[in-house]
């Protein structure tokens, strides 16, 4: 990538963090990774220091800290990054899942948009859809639930 679409990409990016109110935004697509991290002013000089570079991501995000914790029994399926959701395939279209829905590990549950790029957020589980906590059209964040699903025992 030259570096002028990378000065813009992170020009944009800078913007997103200033209209959401973010300290820390971190995206991966295509084998490109951006960390952006805001100084916070009265640290020390050493707490200031550009971070290491990251290990890499783990297979499940963090949960956001006000993130409800989840039974044994029940995944919640969180955000892998910041974005647009959309709930199906086209504005005309019946979403991909609703409550009540079996799924599967393969099964759609929604389109994420980051960076003009749609990305699928695929189940990874077998269960039934117990709830969904997003809109169509609705900005998410990385971390933030956004389906509850009821394992299948066994």
């Known amino acids: 990538m030259e570096f002028e679409k990378i000065r813009e990409l992170i020009e944009k990016l800078t913007g997103l963090m200033d209209s959401k ?8 697509a295509d ?11 009265a640290e020390s000089p050493a707490a200031a220091a550009p971070p290491p570079v990251a290990p890499p991501a783990p297979a499940e995000p963090k949960p956001a800290a006000n993130a409800p914790e989840a039974p044994e029994n029940v995944h919640i399926i969180r955000s892998p990054m910041v974005g647009t959701v959309y709930r199906s395939p086209s504005s005309d279209a019946e979403p991909f899942v609703e409550v009540g829905d079996e799924i599967a590990p393969d099964t759609v549950l929604c389109i ?21 906590y997003v809109e169509n059209g609705e900005t998410i964040e990385y971390g933030q639930p956004l389906f509850v699903v009821a394992k299948k025992k066994g």
């Not at 790029?117 to 117990?130: F, P, W």
Request: proline content about 0%; glycine content about 12%; overall charge negative.
């Open 21 to 28: 109110g973010l300290d820390e935004l971190e995206i991966e």
């Open 112 to 132: 994420i948009e980051a960076m003009k790029v749609m990305n699928e957020l695929k189940a990874e589980v077998e269960g039934v859809l117990q709830a969904i």
């Open 31 to 41: 084998g490109l990774k951006v960390a952006l991290r805001r100084g916070r002013g």
